[in-house]
Each structure stands twice: as structure tokens, then as C-alpha cells.
């Protein structure tokens, strides 16, 4: 344009002016483009953001809601899902998505090529519902949802939303959702039907707590049976053992153990021994996997180390609970349910309101009889006066229902110190069973001494995550955990073989089967302060390896009592 001509009679200029302004209008146009787009991929971005985009992915696993269990639930489906090919969790809750995000980078350490999407929305809102896309769904976890008055009732909504979604899908959901209480469980299976399994964590921890109190190291048994890292349950069906007996498969296999039936649809724990294997049953077995379910050929057993001793008879016991919280109702129950007539039960607490609940309750219990004790459990010199030795066990409750998780905590980690300070200055040693509701403080109390503990959020996630996985094991730990049903202990190994001699697992499992019980592991006493070890805990032993026992060594067994 600079160069061209004036001379033209002006003409020149004319084109000059035009070109001026036409390329006035192209920077105009241009710079509009620019700025649409911009501010086009600043909206998208910030719908990302939000977390308010659509979930592509398929057969994902979905989590509704968000509590502090959250971090292990992901650990082990990342756990859970290493042989996946394409691994991925969606989770859905009512927060912003970046905090949900780095709240998980800080808590998780590892997930591998598992792939965690976070979308913000309420749970019970359908059009957030959409956008997770529970329709491609492997299997839906609900978790209670914390901060609420009623947590039941959004939990109960969140069902209502997935199950009678105007766009649900024609097949069937698989529904995982956690209760606070247990009278809303008809309400919920009234909605989700045989969609949905229930995991009401009171009742669960109480159940345990009160097993794991007779059996020392059974919390370290079930924690190995719960998460992913180990061995696991699984079912599978094996035609050539049909026509055999529960009792003469037992020792069919060398690296996975067999530990139930399930016969048109019911799961049965440690079953009689000569019950037939039919064609449509399946096996319950524990293994490290599906494949390690093999049956090899004919079993080596040592008839003349089996021990011939009789099993010590069950007398009256004394125990004590130092704490409360509305778990500790169920707690006596339980216990009521083991206890031999006469037996006697000690409730200390500082709640002025407790003693009245221990007066409704002793009515309700037959082989109880309960002393109640107002005291500060964190006071050294109320626990001096206390006769602890006379126990037999200790449960150690935290002050939940009335403090936070952290000041709850550090009430019952103040108490066990003194407990286990207490123990060394006598020179006395207490069976204990501490309650934490942090997973964390454990490891702040093993420091003391490494113990039983029954760590709520822990337990509860890990169940969760273990039926989300395989909805068959809801019936499996719901006989488990069950006082009438088949269960573990812990049995002094000379009930079952001699000592002083080498002997392999097989002639445990025949020891076993001659008292009618399943054989799974044993407890090396000499490991228990070693966590490294799982605490001296080997579930699912191979079978042909040789074990050199001590006097003080536990079988690890299923069995009716």
C-alpha cells in the first residue's frame, strides 16, 4: 500500500484509505474471534472445574457421598482392580471437585492405573445423578454421609434416586450402602429390594469388638481376610469334587483353603463334615486368587502327630468395659450371647446418664450379671483401684457419641497408656481391646504395645469395598460375624497337634476336621508385636510346608464354638 502511485488523480489515496479500514475491521474481527474463544474455553474450564461435565467412562465403580473412609475405599479398589484393564472410580458428592481432588492426592498414596473422577452434586438430585452415569455402572457404593441430623434418610434418598430414575437401566444394580441404624435397614431393602446390600457399621464394629475380645488377634484375622493386599475369599465350582464330602475335600487343596458351600444361593460357613458336595453347589475357599484354586493330588498327613488332648472347658468369665457409646448396648448383647450363666460384666463409665441405660439393660441378658461404676477411665488413680488382673478382657470403649473423632481418640489413647503403664509397673498382663475410630492413632498406639483394635472406619470401609466387589460375600460375613453362626477363634495348637515335632498344615486341617472345624491359618506368638508380620496372623498357609510350634502358638479355626 506504501508504494503505491499518487499520480492517478488521486485514485491512489482513495485505495490507501479502503485498505486502511479494511484492515482496521480484519484486527476488529480477529480480536472478536480471539475473545469468543476465550471466553468459550473459559466457560468449558470452569464447567470441568465445577465438575458438572458428563462420565464417559463404563462398568466404573460409583460413590455417592463423602466421609473420611472414602481414602481406604480407594486404596483398595485400586488394590482390587490391578488386573483391570481400564480401572476407574467416579465419585459423587456435594463439594467443590478441586478439594475433593487434592483431599484424595494428600490421603491416597498409590492408586496405580486406577483413574479417579470427581463430579460435585448432590447425590439426590437426578441431573447430577446423569452426569455420573450410574447406568454404566460395575457396582455403586453409598456411603452416610457426614454433617447431617438424619443421615439415614439421605441415604435412604440416594437409593429412592438410582433405583426409580425415570432412565434406569433394565438390568440390575449392584448397590452397596452404609446405615447408621438398623431399624432403617427395612425401609431400605423395602426400596432397593434385591438390588442392594446393607453394612450398618455400629452393629458390625459391636459384633466384632465383642469376638475380638475373646480371641486375642482376631481383628488381625479379619483384616486380612477384608482387604485386597492378601488373601481373599472367593467362590468357584469344581466338578471333580462332586460326590465328596465337606470334610474329605478339605485337603484337596495346597494353596487355597476351603471353607464353605453355597447351595442354592445360601452361603454356609464350616458346614457338617459329611455333607455331599452336589453339582450345582459352589465352593467358598480363601486364596491369593480364582486361580489358585486347584485341586493336587493326595495330601501327606501325619496321623500319629495329631494330638488326642480335650479341648479346655468354657468357665465363667469377668470382664469390664471402660467407656461408652451407644455401641456399648450391643456390645452386652453380644457378649450375653458367649457368656456361660453366672458370668459377670463390669461397665465403667463417666456419662452420669449410663448407669440408667445399664438398669434397662440388665433385664434383657440371661448370662450376665452387670456392675455398673461411675469413673473417669483417664484418671490414674481411679484405674489404681481398679482390680484389673480379676478381668479376663478389657474393652476399652471411646467417648463417640459425645466428642469429636480426634478428642474421642486421644481420651482412649490416654487411657491405654496408663493401662499398659499400669501392666509394666505390676508386672501384670491385660487382654485388651481398644476402640479407635481414626485409623491413624493406631499407629500412635501400637507405640505402647501392639494390641487388638477395632478401628471403625477402617473395618466398615474395607466391608464395603470387599461386597462392592463381589456381592456373594455379604452372606459369607454376615455369617461370620454372626453369634449363631459358624465363626473364627483362636485354639491352643496342642488341642490339635503334638508339640516338639515338625508337622505340615495338612495334619492340622485333618485335626481340625476330626473336632468338626475348618483349619485356616495359625498365630506365631513369637511375631505378635511384629506388624510386618501381620502380627504372627498366616491365613491360607501352604499346606505341604513344614511349622516348628510353640505351647504358646494358636490354630486359627471356623467352627460352632
Known amino acids: 500500500m506504501g508504494g503505491d502511485a499518487a499520480d492517478d488523480n488521486g485514485n491512489g489515496w482513495a485505495f490507501r484509505l479502503w485498505g486502511l479500514v479494511i484492515t482496521l475491521a480484519g484486527l476488529f474481527i480477529v480480536s472478536s474471534l480471539i475473545s469468543i474463544l476465550s471466553s468459550g474455553l473459559e466457560s468449558k474450564l470452569e464447567e470441568l472445574r465445577k465438575g458438572h461435565s458428563f462420565v464417559c467412562e463404563e462398568n466404573h465403580t460409583l460413590i455417592l457421598g463423602w466421609s473420611s473412609r472414602l481414602f481406604l475405599i480407594i486404596s483398595e479398589l485400586a488394590i482390587a482392580n490391578a488386573n483391570v484393564k481400564k480401572p476407574r472410580i467416579v465419585i459423587l458428592a456435594d463439594q467443590d471437585k478441586i478439594d475433593m481432588e487434592d483431599q484424595i492426592r494428600a490421603h491416597v498414596a498409590d492408586i496405580g492405573r486406577t483413574k479417579v473422577i470427581c463430579r460435585s452434586g448432590s447425590p439426590i438430585d437426578l441431573a447430577a445423578l446423569d452426569v455420573v452415569n450410574p447406568q454404566a455402572t460395575k457396582s455403586i457404593i453409598i456411603l452416610s454421609p457426614e454433617g447431617y441430623a438424619d443421615p439415614d434418610a439421605q441415604v435412604i434418598k440416594m437409593i429412592l434416586a438410582i433405583t426409580n430414575h425415570p432412565n434406569r437401566r433394565v438390568e440390575k444394580y449392584h448397590i452397596v450402602a452404609e446405615l447408621r441404624d438398623a431399624k432403617n435397614s427395612a ?32 481383628s488381625s484375622v ?3 481376610l477384608l482387604n485386597f493386599s492378601g488373601d481373599e475369599i472367593y467362590f468357584k465350582q469344581e466338578p471333580t469334587l462332586v460326590g465328596k464330602t465337606y470334610g474329605d475335600a478339605l485337603a484337596s487343596f495346597a494353596h ?5 458351600l453355597q447351595s442354592d444361593g445360601i452361603a454356609q460357613l464350616n458346614p457338617d463334615m459329611a455333607t455331599p458336595i452336589q453339582i450345582d453347589d459352589t465352593l467358598i475357599c480363601i486364596a491369593a486368587d480364582d486361580d489358585k484354586i486347584q485341586v493336587l493330588g493326595t495330601p501327606n498327613v501325619a496321623i500319629s502327630a495329631i494330638s488326642s488332648t480335650s479341648p479346655s472347658p468354657i468357665v465363667k468369665e469377668r470382664d469390664i468395659i ?20 453366672d458370668s459377670e460384666l463390669t461397665i465403667v463409665s463417666e456419662l452420669v446418664s449410663t448407669e440408667a441405660i445399664v438398669n434397662a439393660l440388665m433385664p434383657e441378658v440371661k448370662n450376665l450379671n452387670i456392675h455398673f461404676m461411675l469413673g473417669d477411665t483417664t484418671d490414674r488413680a481411679f484405674l489404681d483401684t481398679l482390680n484389673l488382673t480379676s478381668y479376663g478382657h478389657i474393652i476399652l470403649l471411646c467417648y463417640s457419641d459425645i466428642l469429636a473423632m480426634q478428642e474421642a481418640d486421644s481420651k482412649t489413647l490416654l487411657t491405654l497408656l496408663h493401662l499398659r503403664d499400669i501392666e509394666a509397673q505390676k508386672g501384670e498382663s491385660y487382654s485388651i481391646v481398644s476402640e479407635m475410630m481414626d485409623s491413624r492413632n493406631q499407629v500412635l498406639a501400637e507405640i505402647a504395645k501392639a494390641d487388638d483394635f477395632i478401628v471403625s472406619d477402617e473395618l466398615v470401609g474395607l466391608l464395603l469395598t470387599q461386597i462392592s466387589e463381589n456381592k456373594q460375600l455379604a452372606a459369607v460375613f454376615s455369617d461370620l460375624f454372626d453369634a449363631d453362626g459358624a465363626e473364627i477363634y483362636l485354639k491352643p495348637v496342642e488341642d490339635y497337634v503334638c508339640l516338639g515335632q515338625s508337622v505340615n498344615f495338612y495334619t492340622v486341617v485333618e485335626a481340625a476336621r476330626r473336632k468338626n472345624e475348618t483349619a485356616i491359618g495359625y498365630r506365631l ?19 505341604s510346608g513344614t511349622i516348628d510350634f510353640d505351647a504358646i502358638d494358636k490354630i486359627i479355626v471356623l467352627a460352632g464354638q
Not at 256 to 260: A, E, K, P, V
Not at 529 to 541: D, F, M, Q, S, V
Open 322 to 341: 471402660l467407656g461408652w457409646n451407644q455401641r456399648a448396648e450391643t456390645i452386652v448383647r453380644e457378649m450375653d450371647h458367649y457368656a456361660v450363666p
Open 256 to 260: 487355597s483353603t476351603l471353607i464353605g
Open 187 to 218: 425401609v431400605a431393602k423395602m426400596i432397593g429390594k434385591d438390588e442392594i446390600e446393607l453394612v450398618i457399621p455400629d452393629d458390625l464394629i459391636a459384633r466384632i469388638t465383642v469376638q475380638t475380645s475373646r480371641q486375642v488377634g482376631l
Open 525 to 543: 506368638l513369637n511375631q505378635a508385636n511384629n506388624a510386618a508380620l501381620c502380627y504372627g496372623i498366616n491365613i491360607n498357609p501352604v499346606k
Open 222 to 224: 479379619y483384616k486380612e
